[in-house]
Structure formats: structure tokens, C-alpha cells
């Protein structure tokens, strides 16, 4: 096993904890502010926080178990590395859209495409390894 490679991977798995407990104190914030202790109370911001925090649940694990297989099976350091780092700025860039009141279109675009781009190439990595291409 290539302990690097997977060291690599939890830099990236301790980086996108870092983002959803960003989102975590925000949302936190918010209800305090609003005093909203369940749901959303009609508060548009706080909705938009949760569900900002909801899109990262629902794709950093996925993402991250990938990076975690394509390690295992002796994808480059290099490779994981350049994954890593577009995932991470993408979920940056998506968390920071929905923390933000109103924010950019751009943002979520961009966050959307790098972290969509980056699980796309992590899932070709692991078929890869699975049918015997070494990559």
C-alpha cells in the first residue's frame, strides 16, 4: 500500500470536513441570530445555508471514498493530488455561493463544475483500474 497516496486522500478528507463545519457554524450563526432552533422558520438565508450543507453531504462522501479506492489501487500521488485540489475548490467555491445572502451565479457554477469534473475523473480512474488499465 502507497501510504503517501493515502495520506494525500486525507488531506483531502480533512480539507472537505473543514468546508461542512464551515457550513455548520454558519447555519449555527443564523439560527441564532433568527432564533430558528428546528427547520428553517421561513428564513430564505438560513434554507439556502442548509441546503448548501445538505449538497456537501451528499457529495463529498462519494467523492472522497473514490480518491480513497483509486489510492488503494496505486493511482499516481500526482493524480490524486490534482483530484483533490479541484474537488476542494469546487465544494469551496459551492459552500461559499450558499453562505453568501445572494451569491454570485458564478460560484456555484464554478464549484459545481470542478467538483462535478473532479468525481467524474475519480470514477474513470477506479473503472479503469477495474478493467485493467493502468492509470
Known amino acids: 500500500m502507497n501510504h503517501t497516496a493515502v495520506a494525500a486522500v486525507g488531506l483531502y478528507t480533512v480539507l472537505n470536513t ?5 457550513l455548520i457554524v454558519a447555519t449555527s450563526r443564523l439560527r441564532r441570530r433568527y432564533k430558528v432552533w428546528v427547520g428553517t422558520g421561513g428564513v430564505a438565508h438560513l434554507e439556502r445555508v442548509m441546503r448548501g450543507h445538505a449538497n456537501a453531504i451528499e457529495n463529498m462522501p462519494m467523492t472522497l471514498l473514490l480518491l480513497l479506492i483509486a489510492a488503494l489501487l496505486g493511482t499516481p500521488v500526482l493524480a490524486l493530488h490534482l483530484l483533490g485540489i479541484a474537488f476542494t475548490i469546487g465544494r469551496v467555491l459551492h459552500a461559499w455561493h450558499f453562505i453568501e445572502e445572494k451569491g454570485a451565479p458564478w460560484q456555484r457554477e464554478a464549484g459545481f463544475g470542478l467538483s462535478g469534473l473532479a468525481t467524474v475523473v ?5 473503472l479503469g483500474h477495474a478493467f485493467g488499465f493502468v492509470i
Open 122 to 126: 475519480a470514477m474513470a480512474v477506479v
Open 18 to 22: 473543514a468546508i461542512l463545519f464551515w
